[in-house]
């Protein structure tokens, strides 16, 4: 170990060279402290555009999302929500990619619908969902089922098939129910199975214990929320079920056969992979093609600790009444990625979702 002494008493030396005053100058900047850049975010603020109406399921998503989030970004900017409801989402989605800056100060807060609509070719998509930057999704987990009237003494597929013209009923025509249904019913190979929207949700529930209709597809947790009876007490008879991730068994439903079982050929499976991964992406939070990769890095990290974030989880589940179950970025831009775009499997959804009778096999 080198120890250095100094003594006090000791004379200058004139013959010291003069530059050693300039030497300890130099060396004093150099020791001084060097300050951090100021965040980019700091003092910012962020629009929050949200292809919903306010009050609804969709904003509270976007409202338990926002505190944490704005925690995990340094320099903690202010964010604000704007809401841009309209077309199904594509009314926010357009905007989102033909005319938010791409600076990281707009992200979009999505429908995850419209995956669905570009990949479907519909009217009035005018962004390129490949061409977005995924931030993720707060909810990934989505199973969907398929029940029927106990009185109707079909408690299996088998038996469902050897009836002809069985009612399911749902919202209206090209609603994530009303397709759900046809896509069951189509693979069950069901004999002229009648389709009947025009029901409020929960309408539709009251329908069938009237025996108005014998069937309907739903959201698996909103059924089981609503009804537990209707599995506990056998009240309904619960046939196949849409992994919504495949794989993910439903606690209650884990035993039922899933829907891909039923598929004949590739572009079955196909269609049911379309399907799901329509369903899987969730409230899909993007930014504009563009923004710059230093932005984006810190907010995919913002993303990603907010969704493992225990207080996120708390206020996602009070204010929209189902637990996150979180996709983080990488996943997500993967899930749309693989999401197949056959031409004909596209034709062949286009003909679930529409009024007219059942494609054949």
Known sequence: MKRIFMNNDR????????????????????????FAQAPFYQGKT????ASTAPGGTGDLRVKAMVPTLRKHIPGNPTIIIEYMDGGGGRKGANYLYRNAKPDGLTI???????????????????????????????????????????????????????LSGIRIGAQSVGHVSYIAGRLFAYLFGLKQPQFIAGYTAPEVDAALLRGELDARANNAASVLRRNPDWLDKGDMDFHSILEVPKGIKHAK????????????????????????????????YM?????????????????????RDTEFRKDFLKLVGDDAEPMMPEELAKVIREIPRDAEVVELLRSLAGARPLPAR
């Open 11 to 34: 004379k200058p030396d004139k013959s010291a060279p003069r530059h050693s005053s300039a030497l300890v100058v130099a060396v004093m900047l150099l020791a001084a402290p060097v």
């Open 46 to 49: 962020i629009t929050m555009v």
């Open 108 to 162: 979009g807060a999505l429908s995850g619908g419209i995956v669905g609509l570009q990949i479907m070719r519909e009217s009035g998509v005018m962004y390129d969902i490949d061409k977005f930057i995924q931030l993720g999704s707060p909810e990934s987990v989505n199973h969907y089922t398929i029940y029927t009237r106990k009185e109707l003494g079909a408690n299996n597929v088998e038996k469902l098939r050897s």
């Open 253 to 284: 439903l884990g035993h039922l056969p899933e829907i891909e079982s039923f598929a004949k050929n590739d572009k079955e499976k196909k269609l049911v992979a379309m399907w799901r991964g329509f369903r899987l992406v969730g409230s899909p």
């Open 287 to 307: 930014l504009p093609p563009g923004t710059p990769k230093d932005r984006v890095d810190v907010l995919e990290d913002a993303f990603r600790k907010t969704y």
